[in-house]
């Protein structure tokens, strides 16, 4: 397969249909490629009791608000991807599927996109693959002793795989709180929880509409001028879910310090003390999944794409939506994804117009 488009998107999540949505309101030629053979992104892959943060209301892209799921205040994952499903249909994006991008050359006037299905050219390109695929694992000592399962979050789905077991859960952000709680709430599991410093949990009653103000405030701040508001991190490490709130209040949810090393049969923390432990889940964060990206030779410090907005400070032909607040406040999330793929869409159409 080949194909010729004036903008390429690279991923089909939710950054992907965001700046589709945005590109195809100003009537650009474009095409979507999407590693994965259904809609939904990485909400497809995520863990049985996983749930948003904010109401559906307050977690809808641009042009179509998520519809409540019933019984539900806060919606699960898979009514996410039934949302992200009708989402494309709704607006007839031209998603193919599966593509897998390789690499982003540079070609004269366009950008060359090389795949597992053929060569497209483009005047412009989105990369929008997000970071579930390229999970962060720590340099921790012993880690290739250990003799037990090591995984990361993206391989969690539920307790009752580790029933019976002592389960160490690694992690003081929101993925390793839920998952620490899915754990403790479930007959059989012994778990232990660390993290590197005490959890700091946000108020009871603060969720992703707060997250989200306080991401904008801080981009705003900085775009001015003015003192650093410290944006969500200032608020917390973990957002109190219900069921997150409920092992916690009832006592199940404790952090131990980190420990500093494997074992073959567990962990051992600074002062000698030991803990047995048949798994490990490493809740450990992503990095900004770019490879596609080296040909162009953007890279700067932390791995990251220097960039003005969403454009590549390197190559105004290339743009990066939903990495995280340096591509944007809340990029990362559904319902921050939706303005700086607008600005981006605007951008793009003043390039291709010149």
Same mark, same amino acid.
């Given at each position: 397969?080949?194909?010729?488009?004036?903008?390429?998107?690279?991923?089909?999540?939710?950054?992907?249909?965001?700046?589709?949505?945005?590109?195809?309101?100003r009537?650009? =030629?474009?095409?979507?490629?999407?590693?994965?053979?259904?809609?939904?992104?990485?909400?497809?892959?995520?863990w049985?009791?996983?749930?948003?943060?904010?109401?559906?209301?307050?977690?809808?892209?641009?042009?179509?608000?998520?519809?409540?799921?019933?019984?539900?205040?806060?919606?699960?994952?898979?009514?996410?991807?039934?949302?992200?499903?009708?989402?494309?249909?709704?607006?007839?994006?031209?998603?193919?599927?599966?593509?897998? #991008?390789?690499?982003?050359?540079?070609?004269?006037?366009?950008?060359? #996109?090389?795949?597992?299905?053929?060569?497209?050219?483009?005047?412009?390109?989105?990369?929008?693959?997000?970071?579930?695929?390229?999970?962060?694992?720590?340099?921790?000592?012993?880690?290739?002793?250990?003799?037990?399962?090591?995984?990361?979050?993206?391989?969690?789905?539920?307790?009752?795989?580790?029933?019976?077991?002592?389960?160490?859960? #690694?992690?003081?952000?929101?993925?390793?709180?839920?998952?620490?709680?899915?754990?403790?709430t479930?007959?059989?599991?012994?778990?232990?929880?660390?993290?590197?410093?005490?959890?700091?949990?946000?108020?009871? =009653?603060? =969720?992703?509409?707060?997250?989200?103000?306080?991401?904008?405030?801080?981009?705003?701040?900085?775009?001015?001028?003015?003192?650093?508001?410290?944006?969500?991190?200032?608020?917390?490490d973990?957002?109190?879910?219900?069921?997150?709130?409920?092992?916690?209040?009832?006592?199940?949810?404790?952090?131990?310090?980190?420990?500093t090393?494997?074992?073959?049969?567990?962990?051992?923390?600074? =002062?000698?003390?030991?803990?047995?432990?048949?798994?490990?889940?490493?809740?450990?964060?992503?990095?900004?999944?770019?490879?596609?990206?080296?040909?162009?030779?953007?890279?700067g410090?932390?791995?990251?794409?220097p960039?003005?907005?969403?454009?590549?400070?390197?190559?105004?032909?290339?743009?990066?939506?939903?990495?995280?607040?340096?591509?944007?406040?809340?990029?990362?999330?559904?319902?921050?994804?939706?303005?700086?793929?607008?600005?981006?869409?605007?951008?793009?159409?003043?390039?291709?117009?010149?």
């Amino acid at each position: 397969m080949t194909g010729q488009t004036d903008v390429l998107v690279i991923g089909g999540g939710q950054a992907g249909l965001a700046i589709g949505y945005h590109l195809r309101r100003r009537r650009l =030629d474009l095409a979507i490629l999407d590693a994965q053979d259904a809609p939904g992104g990485a909400w497809r892959h995520t863990w049985d009791s996983l749930h948003l943060f904010s109401p559906a209301a307050y977690s809808s892209l641009p042009g179509r608000l998520m519809p409540t799921q019933p019984g539900r205040e806060y919606p699960d994952a898979g009514h996410v991807v039934e949302y992200l499903n009708d989402y494309e249909q709704r607006y007839e994006l031209p998603i193919h599927r599966p593509v897998r #991008v390789r690499r982003v050359h540079r070609d004269g006037d366009r950008l060359r #996109v090389e795949t597992d299905k053929g060569i497209w050219s483009a005047r412009a390109v989105v990369s929008a693959t997000g970071t579930w695929w390229r999970p962060f694992l720590p340099a921790t000592p012993g880690r290739h002793v250990f003799a037990g399962r090591q995984l990361h979050t993206t391989c969690y789905r539920r307790p009752s795989d580790f029933a019976g077991q002592r389960v160490v859960v #690694v992690g003081g952000g929101n993925s390793g709180a839920q998952i620490a709680a899915d754990l403790a709430t479930h007959d059989g599991v012994d778990l232990t929880w660390v993290t590197r410093r005490p959890p700091r949990f946000l108020a009871d =009653d603060i =969720d992703g509409r707060a997250l989200f103000d306080a991401a904008t405030a801080r981009r705003r701040a900085l775009d001015e001028g003015r003192t650093d508001t410290g944006g969500v991190t200032s608020l917390g490490d973990i957002v109190a879910v219900p069921p997150v709130r409920g092992a916690r209040d009832t006592g199940l949810l404790k952090a131990s310090p980190m420990f500093t090393r494997l074992t073959a049969g567990g962990i051992e923390w600074a =002062d000698g003390t030991r803990a047995a432990a048949d798994a490990v889940i490493w809740c450990t964060g992503f990095r900004p999944a770019l490879s596609h990206l080296a040909p162009l030779g953007l890279r700067g410090s932390r791995g990251h794409i220097p960039t003005h907005g969403t454009r590549a400070t390197g190559e105004p032909r290339l743009h990066l939506l939903g990495y995280g607040d340096w591509t944007g406040p809340a990029s990362a999330t559904l319902i921050g994804v939706g303005r700086p793929a607008r600005d981006a869409a605007a951008e793009i159409a003043g390039l291709l117009s010149r």
